[in-house]
């Protein structure tokens, strides 16, 4: 660098231009120093929530204020009904059609406990408010950004504020609200408020105007919709799509999920700095009292212990202990056997719910569904969820023209497609749409070898084949990655219960793929010989010079085929005289038998359905449940429910193939 | 469909035979099996007396009521009936054309009788070593796939064919030439020179090399085809006349002259007929790039398949004499392997001048 000869202090003392003075000087940079509001900083950074291109954010708000609907209902133990209505925008002009739209008005309503009116204007127009950030319990959203990121999205792109009408009960008044967001103080301004008539007795809808993209398929609104109703049986969904295409998603699981409880933090969960600033805030007059007080899973005793280790007096005041006692305690802490944090904060979706889900939305052959046991990481309590469709539904007889024995030319082959298993990912209920490679579930399915569970898979990939893989973790915190919360971050106690719910979906897959080709190998081979017995027997009688009482040679060759294949026995496994795959039952579901004593009993439709959702929606799901009905074939629907008859039905099924 | 008055042949009563099997086979409430002499190495022999390859008397069972073999079974019934026909109407066939004959839709099904000809083919030379019945016989042809030229006279069908007036090109050498079919009229070569590539069996036509050493030119394009082998046997046999073997200098090389010599593995069954145990190998051997100073740079690399091929050939016990041990090992231990081509580089008649010129003088050839 420097030119040879010269030494360091030459150098220094031989600038290329004499010291000036400062161009700016520390005070101008003083003053231009300040506070950045959060409001701000997302501004610049939307990325960061889930708002980089118009298609993805239109699905984040849909999301975001959907997610708050379900949170709110669940907590006010109202079975959620929400409606979801996405309508292009003209902006003076007439509407464009979806595909071509690039600003929408999106509505969700839903029919939960309202907002009182001082708190509307907060929720939905100031970062970084709300009630889930910080407790310990499970709910889908977390932080208290996302609805008024999505408010601020829209303000940003449209200019429009967000409009929200919310009412508690019938007997006050519903309010309506126009608000937007002051950026620089990250403060909610009110634009207009009044009260109006609404037609719902009880419910929150609020209605945001941005700039979006519509288009179906991978990570759409659309997908976002069906996947949540796969994790959310017990919630029904109205969608009015933007190209006016309207589904109704009946509720097929009447259970509303049991509340989770708030919980202290647990002792490993936290950090030194976070210790000391509880020991700050604490209510508790000792340390004994502080540990076993403010922590979950810390009794007096343990307290006392955890003390004498860290060599303090469990008498002495919390707000005395600082820097080195601290740090001992710290130490103490970690140091002892504390049992896992309890785990009625989490709410699992249930094996059941889990395959009602999965059936309702996914047409396959198997289904089935683990819960695995609650587990800690970082001391957060977390459940792993997983579940798995398989196959392809029967197309129903008759619905179809039956297809044409068209022969194969050379090099021809019998169109298989092979695709790859689509996983879907959930986090606290909510779909996660984005990421996948990044996630923890995903690598968790492409490290388990499905090959040894009868399906193929490439190496490094998915495994192959007409599969749905389910995988949900819920937990008072779910790790993710970045803030639009797209993927679970891979901690190792995390990875390792998934895979494990995986292997013990695999296993029950692989039991039922074993157990169907054993059936259809037994029913090929019959038909083998079946089938070459006819051009046997032609071809004999023409080298025979057309002179061969055929029908005797073919009567006995017949009789030896049945012979040889077990005969009767045989006839039996294959559903009476081999009728062919038609025969299968449609889907048979596994569930483990004697889940542990977490999963709901199983409890009529209907009576579940009056008590808790206001009149017209028990009315309205009649309808579903019969649709529902005709799907299931027969008597599919009952014994669906429960652990132990379904085990019982599949077994069934299985002998009269 | 057969006429009453003509009396069947005898391979037309093999044929039927196979029906006679499963018939058979099903009033004795048995499976209907066709036992088929295994055509592997496992099942070949070499009789160092007669020069030739044998085939062993082991033999597979082929049974209808086997899933594996079930299809197999059928397929053969099926080409035994389409063979049948063609005897019944006395027609000689193409290996693909029997595939198309046989192939069909199998009733109440999307199952085709066959698939490719891979499926076909391997059943009729089942048929062919199970009924003893020669493909000829048989009626089934290959391709013509040689070329003959030469002081020759043959005749075809009643046709005279001078081999010596058929300028470049030469006579394309039918796949049967059984004497009821082809007679050789006159002959007054020497020797035949048979030569793997058609690019050097070119260069010695266009030369005129068969005029000037009173030779006849045969090749085969590559492993020589049944009829090239046959006529080959034919005139070494009836006309005495040595054969010489010229390929390249590689394993491929090497086992086309011993199938020329004692026949293949796969067609073992046929080598009493088709080999010529006095045949001799006239190069490319692995001394002659040094002997005729061929650059190393002509030479391509042996590659795994090469040298894995070249060892089997060494265990071979029709390869066990002395010099042909060191011919193969001397290959695998240079590591090259040289193409007849590769006499180009001197020369583009350095094949005609020099090469085969100074072999036939001295007399430089392996046994």
């Keep these: ?37 959060v409001s701000e900083f997302f501004t610049k950074n939307r990325h960061l929530l889930g708002f980089d291109n118009p298609r993805k954010a239109l699905l984040t708000c849909v999301k975001e204020a959907v997610d708050n609907a379900l949170d709110a209902c669940e907590e006010a133990g109202i079975l959620p009904d929400v409606v979801v209505r996405l309508e292009t925008v003209g902006n003076g002009e007439p509407a464009p059609p979806a595909s071509q739209a690039s600003r929408f008005r999106i509505t969700v309503a ?29 709910s889908r959203g977390q932080q208290g950004i996302g609805i008024s990121a999505a408010g601020m999205y829209g303000q940003l792109t449209t200019g429009k504020p967000v409009q929200i009408i919310s009412r508690t009960s019938g007997r006050t008044p519903a309010h309506y609200f126009e608000v937007q967001i002051d950026t620089k103080k990250n403060e909610p301004l009110i634009l207009e408020k009044k009260q109006i008539e609404w037609e719902h007795a009880r419910g929150t809808q609020v209605t945001l105007e941005v700039e979006g993209r519509y288009q179906k398929g991978r990570a759409s609104v659309d997908e976002y919709i069906e996947q949540t109703v796969i994790a959310n049986p017990h919630v029904r969904l109205t969608y009015h799509a933007p190209d006016g295409e309207t589904k109704e998603l009946a509720r097929t699981y009447t259970e509303l999920p049991p509340s989770p409880k708030e919980i202290k933090p647990h002792p490993y969960g936290i950090e030194l700095g976070m210790l000391l600033k509880m020991l700050q805030d604490t209510r508790s007059h000792s340390v004994s009292g502080f540990l076993s ?5 810390v009794s007096p005793r343990l307290a006392d212990e955890m003390c004498k280790a860290a060599g303090l007096s469990p008498r002495a005041r919390p707000r005395d202990v600082h820097g080195e006692t601290a740090e001992a305690l710290y130490k103490a802490i970690q140091a002892t056997k504390i049992m896992a944090p309890p785990t009625n904060c989490l709410s699992p979706i249930g094996e059941k719910a889990i395959l009602s889900g999965l059936y ?59 695709e790859l298993a689509r996983v879907i990912r959930y986090a606290n209920r909510v779909p996660l749409l984005y990421q996948q490679a990044a996630c923890s579930s995903y690598k968790a399915v492409l490290d388990t070898t499905w090959r040894n569970y009868g399906v193929t898979q490439s190496r490094g990939a998915a495994p192959a084949g007409p599969m749905v893989i389910f995988v949900h973790m819920a937990s008072v915190w779910v790790p993710f990655t970045s803030e639009s919360k797209e993927a679970i971050a891979d901690y190792d106690e995390i990875r390792k219960e998934i895979t494990l719910a995986l292997r013990e979906c695999g296993r029950r897959l692989g039991a039922f793929i074993r157990r169907r080709e054993r059936a259809h190998s037994e029913h090929r081979r019959r038909n083998i010989f079946e089938l070459y017995i006819e051009e046997v027997v032609e071809s004999c009688n023409r080298l025979k010079g057309g002179t061969l009482p055929v029908a005797k040679l073919k009567e006995q060759l017949h009789r030896m085929a049945s012979l040889r294949t077990g005969g009767a026995k045989t006839d039996e496994a294959l559903g009476k005289n081999g009728s062919g795959p038609e025969g299968l039952p449609h889907s048979i579901i596994v569930t483990v038998d004697g889940v542990e004593g977490e999963v709901p009993e199983p409890v009529e439709a209907e009576a579940v359905e009056g008590n808790s959702t206001n009149g017209a929606s028990a009315g309205d799901d009649k309808p579903a449940r019969g649709k529902r009905g005709k799907r299931t074939r027969g008597k599919g629907a009952a014994p669906r429910r429960a652990g132990k008859p379904v085990r019982k039905r599949a077994a069934g099924k299985r002998r009269t193939r | 469909m057969a006429s009453k008055t003509r009396k069947p042949s005898a391979v037309e009563k093999k044929l039927i035979g196979v029906a006679d099997v499963v018939i058979s086979a099903a009033q004795k409430r048995r499976d209907p099996t066709l036992a088929i002499p295994v055509r592997s190495l496992s099942n070949v022999s070499f009789n160092e007396r007669k020069g030739h390859l044998e085939m062993g008397r082991r033999k597979q069972a082929r049974s209808f009521f086997n899933v594996g073999m079930a299809k197999k079974f059928m397929q053969t019934v099926l080409v035994a009936d389409a063979l049948c026909e063609l005897q019944r109407a006395n027609l000689t066939t193409s290996l693909r054309e029997i595939y198309y004959r046989t192939k069909h839709t199998i009733k109440n099904s999307h199952e085709n009788t066959l698939d490719t000809q891979d499926e076909s083919d391997p059943l009729i030379e089942d048929l062919e070593v199970t009924l003893e019945a020669l493909r000829e016989e048989l009626h089934v042809r290959a391709e013509n796939a040689g070329s003959i030229v030469g002081p020759l ?49 070119n260069r010695l036509s266009e030369d005129k090399f068969w005029r000037r050493y009173n030779c006849i030119l045969l090749t085969g394009n590559g492993q020589p085809p049944r009829g090239v082998r046959r006529l ?36 073992a069954f046929e080598s009493q007929r088709m080999a010529i145990p006095k045949a001799k190998f006239i ?30 050939l060494l265990n071979y016990s029709w390869f066990q004499k002395k010099p042909w041990q060191e011919e193969i090992k001397r290959m695998l231990s240079i590591g090259l392997k040289y193409e007849l081509d590769a006499l180009a580089n001197k020369d583009f008649q350095y094949l005609t001048k020099r090469y085969l010129p100074r072999k036939l003088k001295e007399k430089d050839w392996l046994d």
């Design chain 1, 360 to 418: 309702q939305q996914i047409k396959g052959e198997f289904y089935t569904a683990v819960s695995r046991p609650p587990a800690v990481y970082r001391g957060n309590p977390f459940v792993i969820e997983a579940g798995l469709a398989y196959g392809k539904a029967p197309e129903p007889e008759g619905a179809l023209p039956e297809k044409k024995a068209v022969p194969l030319a050379e090099g021809e082959q019998e169109s298989g497609d092979h």
């Design chain 2, 232 to 267: 080959a046997r034919r005139l070494h046999e009836e006309k005495g006349l040595p054969v010489y073997v010229l390929v390249d200098n590689d394993p491929w090389g090497y086992y086309i002259y011993s199938v020329v010599k004692q026949g293949s593995i796969n067609l």
């Design chain 2, 283 to 312: 190069g490319l051997s692995s001394a002659d790039p040094e002997a005729y100073g061929l650059p190393r740079n002509v030479g391509i690399k042996l590659n795994d398949k090469d040298i894995a091929r070249a060892r089997e």
């Design chain 1, 293 to 297: 007080g403010d922590f979950s899973r």
């Design chain 1, 110 to 138: 839903d029919n939960g406990p309202g907002i009182v009116r001082q708190q509307i204007p907060p929720i939905f127009a100031k970062l970084l408010y709300g009630s889930k950030f910080h407790r310990l319990r499970m």
């Design chain 2, 153 to 201: 006279v043959l005749v075809d069908d009643g046709d005279q064919v001078d081999c010596a007036r058929l300028g470049k090109g030469g006579y394309s050498v039918p796949s049967i030439v059984e004497p009821e079919y082809l007679q050789i009229r006159r002959c007054t070569a020497d020797f035949v020179l048979l030569v793997e590539k058609g690019t050097q069996w």
């Design chain 1, 1 to 37: 660098m420097r030119p040879p000869g010269q030494t360091l202090n030459s150098s220094k003392t031989d600038p290329p231009a004499p010291p000036a003075k400062p161009t700016v000087s520390a005070v101008e940079m003083g003053a231009r120093q300040r506070e950045i509001s």
